[in-house]
Structure formats: C-alpha cells, structure tokens
T-cell receptor, first 110, second 118 residues
C-alpha cells in the first residue's frame, strides 16, 4: 500500500459527459502528480500541483483541468469526454524526489 | 526534452533464474533520478528501485539491482532468483529536479513485459 488513495476505482460514462477523479496524497507529501496511461500513448504526465498551486503542466488537454485543495487532496476534471479519453488515470505524490502511485481510476467512455 | 527507451517489449525467464531488463535515456541534465517501476496485472504502479545520478554506486534492493552507466546513459535492471510474482510490466523512468520550478515529473519508457515461467 503506497498510502496514496484514489476514487473511484472504475468509472463508466458516455461521450460528452464530465467526470471528476479524486486523489489523496500520502501523509506529509505536498506534491500531487496526475498521469494518464493509455494503450497508444503509454504513460504520460498531465499536471502537477504543489501545496495548492500548479507547478508543472505536461500533455494535458484543454478539456481537462485539476486543482489541489487546502487539505492537499486533488481533483482531476475531465469534460466533453471522447472515446479516446478511455484510460487508466494515476495520481502520485512525492517525497524527496520519489513518486508513489495510487491504485488508479479506470475510465471507460462509451 | 528527455527520452527513455526500453528496447525489449517482452522477455521471459525461468523461475529462479536471473534476467536483465535494458533501459537507455537521453538528457542534457547532469543531476537526475532514475527509477524502475513494476506494474503487475492488478495495474498498480509499484516502485522497485531508485538511482540518483550523482551516486556512482549501483542501487540494490534485495533481489533487484541496477547497472547504472552514466556516460553511456544506460540503466539496466537485474532481477535475481526470479519468482512468479515478478511477472509484470516493468517501466524505466527518469526525472530531474531542475525541470520546471522543482517539478519531479516522470518521463517513462514504453515498458518491458516480463513473464516468469514455472
């Protein structure tokens, strides 16, 4: 158990819809990273928050957004969903340069 | 931009034998971290081992060890006494603490699927 929690574990939705994925980092970690794992793109970094502020952006679509709250949990919002957004979404929190991953949220867009 | 290459899409090894997974990377940075993560069928991403670039000594964690060749930009993972539970996808990953205001974002290779055969 990495200490990073993610909810929900599975999500099935339709094209055009909006979903919110939630992540709670390990106790004491201030950074949260979001990654997308898909068959064609592999593992890709989306965005990082540090203590409530956006720190770095990767290959995140404009339809996607994230935030980190004062209690340090983070939410990834995916809107206007397309079939190609079906993937496994991980969050990770870091301590001293090492990232520890949550169990992931498996999103299926039908 | 940093890139990570894993040239072996699939490998297999007999139980109790030793196997080495290859990884090369490209960066202009001098200070960075390298990692191996394991993803079993459960899809959980599990940290296997970490190496800091400034350390010449190769990292070891029980049956797992690395061969870090900084000049060659090579970072291979050796698994000794392979066990059935080692069956998984293995990802090599790179991060640098100097990429964008203290972000340790990871760049991953495409992975090597390892099967341990009884």
């Amino acid at each position: 158990d990495s200490g990073v929690t993610q909810t929900p574990k599975h999500l099935i939705t339709a094209t055009g819809q909006r979903v919110t994925l939630r992540c709670s980092p390990r106790s004491g970690d201030l950074s949260v990273y979001w990654y997308q794992q898909s068959l064609d793109q592999g593992l890709q970094f989306l965005i990082q928050y540090y203590n409530g502020e956006e720190r770095a952006k990767g290959n995140i679509l404009e339809r996607f957004s994230a935030q980190q709250f004062p209690d340090l949990h983070s939410e990834l919002n995916l809107s206007s969903l397309e079939l190609g957004d079906s993937a496994l979404y991980f969050c990770a929190s870091s301590g001293q340069g090492t990232q520890y991953f949550g169990p992931g949220t498996r999103l299926l867009v039908l | 931009a940093q890139t990570v290459t894993q040239s072996q899409p699939e490998m297999s090894v007999q139980e109790a034998e030793t196997v080495t997974l290859s990884c090369t990377y490209d960066t202009s940075e001098n200070n960075y971290y390298l990692f191996w993560y394991k993803q079993p069928p459960s899809r959980q991403m599990i940290l296997v081992i970490r190496q800091e670039a400034y350390k010449q000594q190769n990292a070891t964690e029980n049956r797992f060890s690395v061969n870090f060749q900084k000049a060659a930009k090579s970072f291979s993972l050796k698994i000794s006494d392979s066990q059935l539970g080692d069956t998984a996808m293995y990802f090599c990953a790179f991060s640098t603490p100097y990429s964008g205001a203290g972000s340790y974002q990871l760049t991953f290779g495409k992975g090597t699927k390892l099967s341990v055969i009884p």
